[in-house]
């Protein structure tokens, strides 16, 4: 159902174009492509995600470790496939409809959360079976993010690069990616042997793949909010250009293609969404105490009334105050006052919130076999992942409403209208 676009006629080369010198030709391509910050850091966002995955090989030890079969993790890996094949058809009218670099950006930020949720796995293990169905839970749940997140990366770069070399800078980009997966590739191998000698050889090395990928989420969300914010420099959604070296503007002209604004309807419906997730963390305590105390397990029991379940009610309030800063400014918005930061939009952040909303079932699970299983130190820990990543969110959505103040100021509009 793709169809193609207008291309202008070929043009035969000049014979003397095609004498220049291949140093001249390779300067070119050097100081086209690496001779602008924005494009540096475009082509460093996606080097950090290549390092992220040189970890990935090890995957499989990880699984192993956990008690899982290679039947188990075949079969898991089949359920994970299918499911983001299902979700990747959904996906790419929002990634058009909210820009593709809106997305990236959003999902790296919470995806922090999400990533930090796996510390836990350092401290824990379940039963093969217990901890198989959780991961298939969990890759269920987050199928529609991650396929967000693996759509959006070919329409943000066809939006950020120049259309005049779009295919220069993808080679320029694979250049620098090429190298620092290789080199990630060859520090993540040091980094499990060390591993591996400071636990004398054992496959409990491989739990602390976690600390990589929780490194890389961090920096990759640093680079991202970077590359976000000199996009807004250079002209955003509505007239954002590429820098251009070769240009006597400096800049080369490209299509605007529409961008959706935040609704208010939507902004509204993420915000209760939010508030789900953080009473639910604190209503959900009490039943699970409940249960701790008719099993007998009066440590568990214990934390959970004593610290956890206030400070489950510390963060619901702390969700609140930004609630009410955030509705605050999208009254604001509707009166045509200043804001005092800015609208978040609510594509991703909407996503974000079902996804973890979806997750709180997989918690109280979590606490509920660990209490079956007279586990009490991985009940405090499951719930104290869970709160923790609650926080996190908070942080995540704070942080992308400072990010959009001055920016995000209009709702129920279009950011760019489609021009040529």
Not at 124 to 148: E, M, N, R
């Amino acid at each position: 159902m793709v169809k193609e676009g207008q291309y202008p006629p070929f043009e035969e080369a000049d014979p003397e174009a095609v004498k220049t010198s291949k140093l001249h030709v390779v300067t070119a391509f050097l100081k086209e492509s690496f001779s602008n910050t924005f494009y540096w850091l475009v082509f460093g966002l996606t080097g950090i995600q290549a390092a992220a995955g040189a970890i990935g090989v090890f995957g499989v030890f990880f699984s192993r470790q956990m008690g899982l079969t290679l039947e188990q993790i075949g079969k898991l890996g089949a359920i994970n496939a299918v499911a983001s094949l299902v979700a990747m058809y959904f996906t790419a009218i929002f990634i058009d409809r909210w820009h593709p670099l809106r997305v990236s950006v959003y999902l790296t930020v919470f995806g922090v959360a999400g990533t930090a949720m796996g510390w836990v796995w350092i401290f824990i293990s379940l039963p093969a079976t217990y901890y198989f169905w959780l991961c298939v839970g969990g890759g269920l749940v987050g199928a529609f993010q991650g396929a967000l997140a693996g759509g959006c990366t070919f329409p943000r770069d066809m939006r950020l690069f120049p259309q005049s070399r779009f295919g220069q800078f993808c080679s320029a980009q694979a250049l620098l990616r090429s190298f620092c997966a290789l080199t990630a590739g060859l520090v993540a191998g040091a980094f499990m042997d060390l591993m591996k000698s400071v636990f004398h050889g054992s496959d409990f090395a491989y739990r602390f793949i976690v600390v990589w990928n929780i490194v890389f989420a961090a920096a990759a969300a640093v680079v991202v909010l970077l590359v976000y914010r000199k996009w807004y420099e250079l002209g955003g959604d509505a007239h954002y250009h590429p820098p251009a070296s070769w240009s006597p503007s400096g800049v080369e002209e490209m299509p605007i293609v529409i961008t959706v604004g935040p609704q208010s309807y939507w902004v509204g419906l993420t915000l209760h969404i939010y508030q789900a997730i953080m009473l639910l963390s604190g209503v959900l305590i009490l039943p699970l105490m409940y249960w701790m105390h008719l099993k007998q397990m009066s440590c568990a029991l214990f934390w959970h009334g004593a610290i956890l379940l206030p400070a489950a009610v510390a963060i619901w309030l702390l969700w609140k105050w930004v609630e009410i800063q955030l509705r605050r400014d999208m009254a604001r918005s509707r009166n045509g006052e200043p804001l005092r930061n800015g609208i978040i939009h609510h594509g991703c952040v909407i996503a974000v919130g079902l996804q973890f909303l979806l997750m709180l079932p997989l918690w109280v699970a979590q606490v509920v076999v660990t209490v079956n299983l007279r586990m009490e130190t991985a009940a405090i820990l499951f719930t104290v992942a869970n709160l923790g990543t609650n926080l996190a969110l908070i942080g995540s959505m704070w942080m992308m409403a400072r990010i959009e103040r001055g920016r995000l100021t209009r709702m129920d509009g279009l950011l760019a209208q489609a021009a040529v």
